[in-house]
């Protein structure tokens, strides 16, 4: 099996307990080479200086290439902006650019005055304000907001359309998902990379409510074989054991690269990493 390139993304602390955490997660993962790391937003953009600080802190200490989420919540363009100018000038020139959450209790999300649209209008805005590689969100399941069963690869293709470089999709429970949206989106004309968002589950219950809300379907035989690992305390042998499996057979359809979700917790993605081949030992192979 061929050993894919990987990356993890991150998320901003809110206290000094969670900053450790965040620093023993980059180093627990950095040894892994990955291809880059990033960092989010909060919902509404609430995170926005403490994920700042975040980028500047990883890509300055740790060496990695280090790409910072950017959205169109609570800004104006000229911020928006400015804050993407503000990563460039301290040498980050990776973006995650998305639309974004809507802030907390509102049900939709509604521009800023004069702020951008959606994110193909902050896509666009990007790649004329510097030279940042710009990713951008892609949803195998249904967008909870998507009007149609096509419409997420049409929403794809105008945001390639528009200048981004590639997608990272929202996480799924089966390869036969990826695949069917990585064929739907070839037939569309898209020919830039697609990356499997991957998310290890620590917490069943945390990851069952994250699915529901952002569409992702969940396989009944997930929710059987959840309920009963948790129950015999068997949870994280089967987290581990999925999330391998779901790799393994990406990898075996021709995929090359895979994004974790993290959650700052590291262990399990570490674990799942390793069982691909992926490991500092094969790291220092490819560098030999």
């Known amino acids: 099996m061929t050993r894919p390139e990987i990356s993890f993304e991150f998320f901003p602390p809110k206290n000094l307990e969670a900053s450790f955490r965040l620093w023993d997660t980059v180093q627990t993962l950095a040894p892994l080479g990955p291809r880059f790391v990033s960092v989010t937003y909060g919902a509404g953009g609430t995170t926005r200086e403490l994920t700042r600080e975040a980028v500047s802190a990883i890509h300055k200490h740790s060496g990695l290439r280090t790409a910072a989420h950017l959205t169109c919540v609570n800004a104006t363009r000229e911020e928006t902006l400015a804050i993407a100018k503000g990563f460039e000038e301290a040498g980050v020139t990776d973006i995650v650019a998305l639309r974004g959450d809507p802030p907390k209790g509102e049900a939709r999300f509604t521009p800023t005055d004069g702020g951008f649209r959606d994110s193909c209008e902050l896509i666009t805005a990007l790649k004329e304000a510097g030279d940042f590689t710009v990713r951008v969100g892609a949803y195998p399941d249904k967008h909870p907001e998507a009007p149609t069963e096509t419409a997420d690869v049409d929403y794809l293709k105008r945001k390639f359309d528009a200048g981004a470089d590639e997608a990272i999709t929202q996480f799924f429970f089966e390869a036969e998902t990826f695949f069917r949206f990585r064929d739907a989106c070839d037939k569309a004309g898209i020919d830039k990379p697609i990356v499997p968002g991957i998310f290890p589950i620590e917490n069943w219950k945390g990851a069952r409510r994250f699915a529901e809300a952002c569409g992702t379907k969940i396989p009944q035989w997930v929710i059987d074989a959840f309920e009963t ?24 359809g021709g995929v090359d690269k895979l994004h974790f979700y993290t959650l700052n917790r590291p262990e399990l993605t570490r674990d799942v990493c390793f069982a691909l081949g992926v490991t500092p030992e094969a790291r220092l192979e490819n560098v030999a």
């Open 229 to 252: 690992a948790t129950r015999d305390g068997r949870q994280d042998l089967l987290a581990t054991a999925l999330c391998t499996e779901l790799c393994t057979d990406l990898i075996e």
